[in-house]
T-cell receptor
C-alpha cells in the first residue's frame, strides 16, 4: 500500500504559538495533497490543499508547504488556539480517484 | 458547501445481525467511498464506487458489501455483523477525474458497536 505517514503521533503547543505538523509520502507521482482536521467524534474536515506544481499555499492561519525533493508535506498553524486541538492528517492522490491517508497527529493546545 | 450525510450516527447491533449504513451526498459527485477508522490504524478503504451500480473493493472488503442504485446514495452493508466490525465508519465523496484538485469530502461518521 501507499506510505503516507506522519513523523509525530502527538504534538503539544502553548496557546498562541505556531504549530507545525509533518507528513511524508513515498510516491513521487502523487500530484495532489490535502490536510484534514478531525475533532473528537466528528468526521474529517478539509483544511487546505496543494497541487504538486506549487511549493506553498496559504489559507486563514494555515500554510501548507510541499517539498517534492524529499517527498515531505507540512501544515503550519499560526497563533494556535484551543479550538485547533484535534487530529490532523494528510492525504495524497495520484489519480484523483483514490486517496491515501496518513494515520494522523494529535495536536493538543495548552491554554 | 458539499454535504455528505450519514443517516445513522450511533448504532448498537448484535452479532449476526444485518446492518445497513446509508450515505447521501448532494454535490453530484461521481465517486463515493466507505472507510473505517480505528485508533492507530487511520482510514482504511472498504469499498468505493465510480458510478451508479459500479463498485470496487478497497483494502478491507471482507465482511462487507455495498450498493449504489442512485448517484447520490452509497450504502454499506454488513451481512452478518461481528464484534471485530465495531468501528467508526466514514462515507466520503469526490468528483471524478484524473485531474488533481478533486477534494474528497467526508460525512460525520457512523459509530457502530457490535455486541
Amino acid at each position: 500500500g501507499e506510505s503516507v505517514g506522519l513523523h509525530l503521533p502527538t504534538l503539544s503547543v502553548q496557546e498562541g504559538d505556531n504549530s507545525i505538523i509533518n507528513c511524508a509520502y513515498s510516491n513521487s507521482a502523487s500530484d495532489y495533497f490535502i490536510w484534514y482536521k478531525q475533532e473528537s467524534g466528528k468526521g474529517p474536515q478539509f483544511i487546505i490543499d496543494i497541487r504538486s506544481n506549487m511549493d506553498k499555499r496559504q489559507g486563514q492561519r494555515v500554510t501548507v508547504l510541499l517539498n517534492k525533493t524529499v517527498k515531505h508535506l507540512s501544515l503550519q498553524i499560526a497563533a494556535t488556539q484551543p479550538g485547533d486541538s484535534a487530529v490532523y492528517f494528510c492525504a495524497e492522490t495520484r489519480t484523483g480517484n483514490q486517496f491515501y491517508f496518513g494515520t494522523g497527529t494529535s495536536l493538543t493546545v495548552i491554554p | 458547501d458539499v454535504k455528505v450525510t450519514q443517516s445513522s450516527r450511533y448504532l448498537v447491533k448484535r452479532t449476526g445481525e444485518k446492518v445497513f449504513l446509508e450515505c447521501v451526498q448532494d454535490m453530484d459527485h461521481e465517486n463515493m467511498f466507505w472507510y473505517r477508522q480505528d485508533p492507530g490504524l487511520g482510514l482504511r478503504l472498504i469499498y468505493f464506487s465510480y458510478d451508479v451500480k459500479m463498485k470496487e473493493k478497497g483494502d478491507i472488503p471482507e465482511g462487507y458489501s455495498v450498493s449504489r442504485e442512485k448517484k447520490e446514495r452509497f450504502s454499506l452493508i454488513l451481512e452478518s455483523a461481528s464484534t471485530n466490525q465495531t468501528s467508526m465508519y466514514l462515507c466520503a465523496s469526490s468528483l471524478q477525474g484524473h485531474l488533481s484538485g478533486n477534494t474528497i469530502y467526508f460525512g460525520e461518521g457512523s459509530w457502530l458497536t457490535v455486541v
